[in-house]
């Protein structure tokens, strides 16, 4: 799964650690999802789009491999 997470939150002038504090989860795991290497919940994901201000559709981008 493909994600626009850091380009969101560094377009609302966050940190990675003010992000976190405002959806509830460490900075290590906003690092995590920017670098792909965890893919959120569905609670997560509609707590980022929130804070974010943006959908989660546009957010997260599903990607099918044959």
Same mark, same amino acid.
């Not at 405002?22 to 980022?48: F, M």
């Given at each position: 799964? &493909?994600? +626009?997470? &850091?380009?969101?939150?560094?377009? *609302?002038?966050? @940190? #990675?650690? #003010?992000? /976190?504090? !405002?959806?509830?989860?460490?900075?290590?795991?906003?690092? /995590?999802?920017? %670098?792909? %290497?965890?893919?959120? *919940? @569905?609670? !997560? /994901? !509609? %707590? $980022? *789009?929130?804070? !974010? &201000?943006? %959908?989660?559709?546009? $957010?997260?981008? $599903?990607?099918? +491999?044959?």
């Amino acid at each position: 799964m &493909k994600n +626009k997470v &850091k380009r969101y939150r560094q377009f *609302s002038e966050m @940190t #990675q650690s #003010q992000l /976190a504090d !405002l959806i509830g989860v460490s900075r290590q795991t906003i690092h /995590a999802i920017e %670098k792909e %290497k965890y893919v959120p *919940s @569905t609670v !997560l /994901a !509609l %707590k $980022l *789009s929130r804070e !974010l &201000k943006v %959908k989660v559709e546009e $957010l997260f981008t $599903l990607e099918i +491999k044959d």
